[in-house]
């Protein structure tokens, strides 16, 4: 059977916030918004793992954050000295929050009619998801979080051997940027499902066509460092979720996803051996798993209430 895949599209999402996005699977599968992690476009989420998805019953939307991919640039400088500050939780204010990155999500879900959605992010992307779901938990109907973290800082910290490639001056350019972000995956990526040198660099020479900016990965970075500790707010949560982190984690400290698990009530945590800071396609089928069975566990609980 053969899945509909839209073309790249567009929607307004907030005053001056366009988002580039595409959808895989029936629009009567149930709906899931993917939400990828800091500097990350939409085409990070594997077109083979959102296709699985839709296989698996679900209308999935993947979409670039703003200041990622083709969707609209931001404005605020954010220097270095800031980011050092505010990993030392001394920051300023940011140009935007996780919070505006949620409500960015929700925008979207409104401009496709969804009135609540299964929502799954990674890494950033987990922190915007988890934020959804606690400022407006009737629109999610599940949860997944994936090697991410909630914001306190005694959990998921970085490896310092990254820190550098992290905040460190940037060469211009597409071979420079290419070349930077082939070095990153090295770093990060997961020991026990090696990717393909060749795989690497093809994606991050995509990544840089389909448009990069150095200054929005800044603020991304900002908003990621202020961002609140969610602790109480998900230890609030009445919805089914999934924590999934590697145990080879460096860019987040697989403490992260622990605490994230331990956070929310009833929440399923899986935490795979050999597994770093990315998607090999060897898991894409387990991450396919995990997240349908959260979401079958929110119609369980729906059932379950309706016969109460």
Not at 175 to 181: K, Q
Request: overall charge positive.
């Amino acid at each position: 059977m053969s899945i509909p895949v839209s073309k790249e599209l567009f929607a307004e999402v907030a005053p001056g916030v366009q988002l580039c996005y595409q959808t895989f699977g029936s629009p009567g599968g149930d709906p899931l918004v993917l939400v990828m992690g800091l500097g990350g476009p939409m085409t990070w989420w594997d077109p083979e793992l959102c296709t699985m998805l839709a296989e698996a019953g679900f209308h999935v939307v993947r979409y670039d954050n703003r200041d990622t991919g083709r969707s609209s640039r931001s404005r605020g400088r954010v220097s270095r000295t800031q980011l050092v500050r505010s990993f030392l939780g001394r920051g300023g204010r940011p140009p935007y929050t996780l919070s505006d990155l949620a409500a960015d999500a929700f925008g979207l879900m409104d401009h496709l009619g969804w009135e609540s959605a299964h929502v799954a992010g990674v890494s950033m992307g987990g922190m915007i998801a988890q934020t959804m779901a606690v400022d407006q938990p009737r629109r999610v109907r599940s949860l997944t979080s994936i090697m991410s973290t909630l914001g306190k800082r005694t959990v998921g910290w970085q490896h310092p051997a990254i820190l550098p490639a992290l905040i460190g001056p940037r060469a211009a350019g597409r071979e420079a940027y290419v070349a930077s972000s082939t070095r990153m995956w090295q770093l990060i990526g997961s020991p026990g499902f090696p990717n393909d040198d060749a795989k690497v660099r093809s994606r991050a020479e995509e990544t840089f066509d389909r448009g990069v900016s150095a200054s929005g990965v800044m603020r991304q970075m900002l908003a990621v460092l202020n961002q609140p500790n969610r602790s109480r707010s998900l230890a609030a949560l009445r919805i089914p979720a999934a924590v999934v982190h590697g145990s080879a984690d460096k860019m987040v400290h697989v403490s992260g996803g622990r605490a994230t698990a331990q956070a929310i009530p009833g929440a399923e945590l899986l935490v795979i051996d050999g597994m770093g800071h990315d998607m090999p396609a060897e898991l894409f089928e387990t991450l396919t798993d995990v997240i349908r069975r959260t979401a079958d566990r929110a119609g369980q609980d729906a059932a379950s209430h309706r016969s109460a």
